[in-house]
């Protein structure tokens, strides 16, 4: 009988909350590629590791968040829920709104004006999310969706919900699965936290089942201007150009110093200058385009291995948290090589060609 991949509920239903009764509302999210990264671990001059990329920007609506979002929504169902709600730096909108209306759900998304990607605005906009745009920043707007769930019969949808957590864990289980063990460290982003989170708890529950030999050194990086957990304290107005973690009170703060102090792993902080850096040569080194805020984790890497933080022979994975494809403005602002313009004239052609 031939295998047919029915999404990451299906695939990992003994290890989620889930039973007979819960109806999977799924796009096919998960079983994202981990790629290994020979070019750029030669150009970052590590020492005989092997790194690789768990391109999570794969998944149906472009972010990791899908796969949260199959497991709020599916429970949302479930509990008889008419109405999903979030507030979102973009990612979370664009696949709360794919999820609602695949269940046909309403959904209402709070974003900061102004802060959020082209690529991730249109897509809430196709999908017919109502869309509200906030003159504050995204911990404004968590702040006001936690209440608005609280008094309407509305379902949250942000990390908040334990259910997302849940299903963001199964990347470790693929992980897991396709390297045969843990890795010694896996890098990521952290904004709001939960990924890092889910990743820890994706970790820890197959090891203590025996499917890994190890838990990985969780390494989770802010962006400098909004590195609330690295310096102790709520960052009242962040601000970095990684606008999917531009988050000043990240919700799951206390979990995300867990996952690090439990794993013996780290959480620091990267400039925007060395995310647009690592943003580069992830495209440039290894054909693989994300956007800027999931550069972070390979930013981290670049800073830890210069710190003298990552051993020689160990195995170590980055995961990336978006594609590329939702920035177009970053992208064009920062890209690797440049528009040549010329007329339509094969000497001027050839004459910019540099040949
Ligand atoms: C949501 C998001 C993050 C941050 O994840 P948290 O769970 O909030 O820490 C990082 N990168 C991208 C692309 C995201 O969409």
Redesign the pocket.
């Known amino acids: 009988m031939s295998y047919k991949y029915k999404g990451l509920i299906e695939e990992y239903k003994s290890y989620l909350p889930v039973s007979e009764k819960t109806p999977v509302v799924s796009l096919l999210e998960g079983k994202t590629p981990l790629i290994e990264a020979k070019n750029l671990a030669s150009k970052i001059g590590l020492k005989n590791c092997k790194l690789y990329l768990k391109y999570d ?1 794969l998944n149906p609506t472009g ?3 899908d796969r949260g979002m199959t497991m709020a929504v599916s429970k949302a169902v479930e509990d008889g829920a008419k109405a999903i709600i979030c507030a979102s ?4 909108s664009a696949s709360a709104a794919a999820y609602a209306a695949k269940s046909g759900l309403k959904c209402y998304v709070l974003i900061p004006d102004g802060y959020i990607a082209m690529g991730k605005l249109s897509q809430a906009m196709m999908y017919g999310a109502c869309i509200i745009a906030i003159d504050g920043n995204f911990d404004e707007a968590l702040e006001m969706v936690l209440d608005i769930s609280k008094n309407y019969p509305i379902k949250l949808v942000n ?1 908040l919900n334990p259910y997302r957590i849940e299903g ?1 864990k199964t990347a470790s289980f693929e992980i897991i699965e396709d390297l045969g063990d843990a890795p010694d460290y896996h890098f ?11 990743y820890f708890k994706g970790f820890s529950e197959w090891y203590e089942l025996k499917k890994s030999t190890k838990i990985p050194k969780m390494m ?1 990086y802010e962006a400098l201007g909004a590195a609330a957990i690295v310096k102790g304290e709520r960052i009242l107005k962040p601000e970095t150009i ?1 606008t ?2 531009r ?1 000043g009170n ?3 703060w206390e979990k ?1 110093e867990n996952a690090r102090d439990k794993s013996n792993g780290t959480i620091d902080c990267v400039t925007d200058d060395e995310i647009i850096n690592a943003y580069k040569m992830i495209a440039q080194n290894e054909g693989i385009f ?2 800027p ?2 550069a ?1 984790s390979v930013a981290g890497l670049i800073k830890a291995n210069n710190m003298g933080l990552v051993q020689e022979n160990t195995i170590i994975t980055c995961t990336l ?2 594609n590329g494809l ?1 920035d177009p403005d970053n992208a064009i602002k920062y890209g690797v090589s440049q528009v040549h313009k010329t007329k339509c004239d094969i000497n001027e052609i050839v004459k910019n060609m540099g040949i």
């Open positions: 920007g972010s990791f968040k730096t973009g990612n979370t990390s963001q990521i982003p952290v904004g709001n936290a939960g990924n890092i989170t889910a989770g990684a999917a973690i988050i990240p919700a799951s995300a994300c956007e805020s999931s972070a948290t978006g939702k």
